[in-house]
């Protein structure tokens, strides 16, 4: 099959009206991957099932601040396990690096640092950390095992106990351990910025490091300049359908904490007697080093209502809890081409929170928006991710509530007056590597009150890295619930071609 006729990137961006500068970013794009490979590449990366979120039918962009590319969540693996001198070697535990095999035999160790040992060997990290803090704030142990009790922290989730017993180690025997250990925190805090100078002291002392070679990669992709291509559609059982591009850039000032976005996106919402375009552009900005993390998007039209939306956000508690406020787009939020036509904006106010527990992760959410119709609609959100791993280590049971309401009735969005209260469980399966991730989740759900009803909804998604610098990642997602005491059904596809600039 030849491609000669297909169109190009930069005809692509011509065909939307993008901006000329960045229609030269696209250009440097489609030189840096021949187009002929696309489908093929694009193939090899899609998952063979989908599925969907329960709330809101929306593929509005995210709000308030920078966002990650789709497909892009996967942490860096956990820095290997070093077992302690005593355990046992067998064929499914990790073999003990040469450096910490003793010359002699060591002397037995007391019961309570022996039970610590038992535990990790056994990999219950979980009650290896909690008993092993309790023992540091009696006693010094030697530094093997504080390294361990440092390890079976930060791989619970415990971050922020792990950062002073690995500091505790940066300049005795198990500092090349300990700085990737802390490299690795300040990776899964998204502070790599932070993270690299760990890692590369960690290399100085041993250039083959392999935990911290796959790091200094990690921390360069979040880093490096980079630009992003992305297409998507979704539709829904009323035939209300959307076509959407965008062009993203994003960069990072010299330091490495303060994080700028560029983007401009253009959607096509249709009915089958209605049909609404609209194109913007937005700047985001966040400082990832002050307090609060503030972060600022500003956000405009180009053609037709050329209103400014502008939201902020910042974080408190230790990143665990976020407020955003502002005036979002609500006419291209609510993903319909009467909202979109009536240019609707709304005043939004949201509440955010992430806290780990030694049983699962909790996040909750609440949202106002005050509409420019005079409507209200309030979402709310609990969702716990278990902790508990009844499929293997891949496989995370989750359970949650989503509940909406609204004022009153509106054909052009979802506006449930009489309330929506829905209940889920579900499962969410993850792989990856260093070049590569995959996930899968399916969920079903039941009415607690109001217009809710029986549902069900699978996702899946992924990203490759074709190149050292290029990758693809696509989501797909597919839902059956209840909306106005009718079955209700969607389906969204979203591909995105990434460029790093290094």
């Known amino acids: 099959m030849s491609l000669a006729n297909e169109p190009s990137l930069v005809d692509i961006m011509k065909l939307i009206h993008c901006p000329l500068p960045l229609q030269k970013i696209a250009a440097g794009l489609a030189t840096s991957l021949e187009w002929k490979c696309l489908p093929l590449l694009i193939c090899g990366v899609l998952p063979v099932v989908s599925l969907a979120q329960s709330n809101d039918f929306s593929s509005g962009a995210a709000r308030g601040g920078i966002t990650a590319p789709v497909g892009d969540f996967l942490q860096l693996a956990p820095f290997k396990y070093i077992p302690p001198s005593t355990s046992v070697e067998s064929a499914d535990k990790p073999a003990q690096p040469e450096a910490t095999k003793p010359e002699t035999a ?12 038992d535990l990790t060997t056994a990999g219950d990290f979980k009650a290896a950390g909690t008993e092993g803090l309790a023992l540091m704030a009696r006693e010094k142990p030697d530094e093997e095992l504080q390294l361990i009790v440092a390890n079976s922290l930060a791989w619970t989730g415990r971050l922020k106990e792990a950062i002073p017993a690995y500091q505790a180690l940066t300049d005795g025997k198990y500092a090349e351990e300990a700085a990737v250990g ?5 990776h899964w805090r998204g502070r790599d910025d932070l993270a690299m100078p760990f890692y590369r002291k ?8 392999t935990s911290a070679l796959e790091g200094v990669e990690m921390a360069t992709r979040e880093l490096s300049p980079r630009t992003m291509l992305s297409f998507g559609g979704s539709k829904d059982s009323s035939d209300t359908q959307r076509r959407s591009a965008t062009l993203n850039h ?63 956000r910042i974080k408190l508690f230790e990143d665990q809890f976020t407020v955003e406020v502002g005036r979002v787009n609500w006419g291209r939020m609510a993903t319909n081409p009467n909202a979109l036509a009536l240019h609707l904006s709304a005043i939004h106010a949201g509440l955010n929170l992430t806290k780990n527990y030694s049983f699962g992760t909790l996040t909750a959410r609440f949202d106002y928006y005050d509409i420019s119709d005079d409507n209200t609609v309030i979402t709310s959100g609990v969702n716990l991710s278990s902790t508990w791993r009844p499929l293997g280590k891949n496989f995370r049971p989750f359970v949650g509530v989503e509940t909406r309401g609204a004022k009153y009735l509106n054909a052009n969005y979802w506006a449930p007056d009489q309330g929506s209260g829905l209940l889920y469980a579900g499962l969410i399966g993850e792989w990856g590597a260093a070049d590569w991730n995959f996930y899968t989740s399916g969920q079903v759900g039941a009415r607690l009150f109001g217009d809710a009803g029986t549902s069900w909804s699978l996702a899946a998604g992924g990203k490759f890295w074709v190149t050292k610098d290029i990758a693809l990642s696509t989501t797909l997602w597919a839902m059956e619930s209840s909306r106005n005491n009718s079955a209700y059904r969607a389906q969204a596809a979203t591909v995105n071609l990434e460029k790093l600039w290094r």
């Open 250 to 312: 994003r960069w990072r000032g010299s330091g490495g904490a303060s994080i700028m976005e560029i983007e401009t996106s253009a959607v096509e919402d249709s009915l089958p007697t209605v049909e609404t375009r609209q194109q913007d552009v937005t700047f985001r900005y966040q400082s990832v080093s002050l307090a609060l993390k503030p972060s600022l998007e500003l956000s405009m039209p180009t053609a037709d209502d050329r209103s400014l939306y502008a939201s902020a």
């Open 202 to 209: 960690a290399l100085a002392a041993n250039p083959q490091n």
């Open 182 to 186: 802390l490299a690795s925190i300040h």
């Open 106 to 117: 060591k002397p037995k160790r007391p019961p309570e640092q022996q039970r610590i040992i």
